[in-house]
């Protein structure tokens, strides 16, 4: 084919340039192609990320070619023929041309081989098969991955059963890529081989799972892919918990429209039940991390029912309880559980608020309390969550002398009670 990329950045830097240095000079020209989503999204205008080249080098000849130029390189993936090239701080994973020798759905054994063709062949999308040279130019080898970037169709390389069962991630993976690229109807045999295998989504490791669920859910809008992923039943085998989509929807909707925001862990929390303890085991499940599953935990209610005419002092009550993290998400949730006209000024006024308002520390400590003669025991920490609690409902009074004198009071009545 005669297309090319036109000259960018990311191709032309120093650091590609020296990579492709490096291979070229053990391998001799077009023995390395750029590969993948850089091409992809290059084709389509879109922001380039990661920079993934693909060689007929193997990864031993790979690594003594790059550091015979000098270029730091660390054996990511040595099995599947992956290394990663270091260059002026610019990691480049490089991967051997490859065919599937055996594969359970989980894993692969590979062959490496020399052949583009062949290697296109066991990727999973016609529009993720693209190959470019340094100089821009094209390589299409399944004939159509050029046309499906750009019409937003996701199509499976050549049967998409073969392709599943060779990796059941990529169920997730083509709902993942349709909520990014895809436009219209979806592809009529992909979606049917991901709902007649989606049971087998439950062998793979939660991790895997988790990470495709959130890149789909950071998509700007996710919801088609996501009605598709719930009418197919794939949604209920990878979170049980997701009953319906009616709070995701207006959330995307909300952040879309009026926010210009986009928060894969809050969307996900809209698509669980407003149930502290099933949020925290559904983020279990997943294996979030700790500071995730808090979030979703924190998000899913319990104290403080936000409601979108509560008094800006009931607000700072609740920021300064829940944090300004759980409050902002809960105001959200709260704002998509009944989107309304009316409602959507004063939830915004709430997120300003949030936002502009900062929870003074609260001023006193133990040895405050004990300078006044209560002896250290759980007394004392009974008397400042008095004098807190007392701080909080007076809106946080910045006269420090009122609030030593509310403590004095607070420590005569213990030493009373207890005379």
């Known amino acids: 084919m005669n297309e090319r990329l036109e000259p960018q ?48 080098l193997t990864p031993e000849e790979s690594t003594a070619a790059l550091q015979a130029a000098g270029v730091r390189v660390v054996p990511t993936g040595i099995d599947h023929g992956t290394v990663t090239a270091v260059a002026n701080h610019q990691p480049f994973e490089i991967t051997t041309l490859r065919r ?4 359970d759905g989980r894993r692969a054994v590979v062959a490496f081989t020399t052949d583009w063709a062949e290697d296109a062949e066991r990727r999973d999308f016609r529009l993720n098969a693209l190959y470019a040279a340094p100089d821009g130019r094209l390589f299409d080898p399944t004939g159509a991955g050029l046309q499906d970037a750009r019409a937003g169709r996701i199509v499976f390389v050549g049967d998409p059963r073969v392709r599943i069962r060779e990796d059941y991630l990529r169920i997730l993976r083509f709902f993942r890529f349709y909520a990014w690229f895809g436009r219209g109807d979806p592809d009529a045999a992909g979606l049917q081989a991901c709902r007649e295998l989606k049971d087998r989504l439950q062998g793979l490791a939660a991790e895997r799972v988790q990470k495709e669920l959130l890149k789909l859910l950071a998509a700007d809008d996710p919801r088609p892919a996501m009605r598709m992923m719930q009418a197919s039943g794939v949604l209920e085998v990878i979170l049980p918990s997701a009953r319906e989509l009616g709070r995701l929807e207006a959330l ?18 809209a698509l669980l039940p407003p149930d502290p303890a099933r949020a925290r085991a559904a983020a279990e499940a997943l294996r979030l991390s700790n500071a995730q599953r808090d979030r979703l935990e924190a998000a899913a209610g319990g104290e403080f029912e936000l409601s979108a005419v509560m008094t800006a ?13 759980a409050f902002r998400d809960r105001v959200k949730l709260a704002w998509a559980s009944a989107p309304s006209a009316e409602g959507a000024t004063l939830w915004r006024a709430l997120l300003e608020l949030a936002d502009g308002w900062s929870p003074p520390d609260f001023p006193l400590g133990g040895q405050d ?51």
């Not at 599937?100 to 594969?103: G, H, L, P």
């Not at 009931?314 to 993290?325: M, N, P, S, T, V």
């Not at 920490?381 to 946080?396: H, K, N, T």
Request: charged share 30%; with cysteine; hydrophobic share 45%.
């Open 369 to 419: 309390v004990m300078r006044l003669g209560l002896a250290r025991g759980p007394a004392v920490g009974g008397v400042l969550r008095e004098v807190e609690d007392w701080w909080i409902e007076a809106d946080f009074p910045a006269d420090e002398t009122v609030l030593r004198r509310r403590l004095e009071t607070a420590v005569e009545k213990v030493r009373g009670a207890g005379a």
């Open 313 to 325: 002092q009931q607000a700072r009550r609740a920021i300064y309880r829940l944090g300004r993290q």
């Open 100 to 103: 599937d020798v055996e594969t």
């Open 9 to 56: 950045a990311w191709m032309t830097a120093p650091a590609t340039r020296r990579v492709f240095a490096a291979l070229e000079a053990r391998g001799g020209p077009d023995c390395a192609r750029f590969v993948g989503g850089c091409v992809r999204d290059a084709v389509l205008g879109r922001p380039v990320g990661d920079l993934d080249i693909a060689t007929i």
């Open 252 to 269: 995307v909707e909300i952040e879309r429209t009026v926010l210009a925001e986009n928060e894969a862990e809050l969307r996900l929390a």
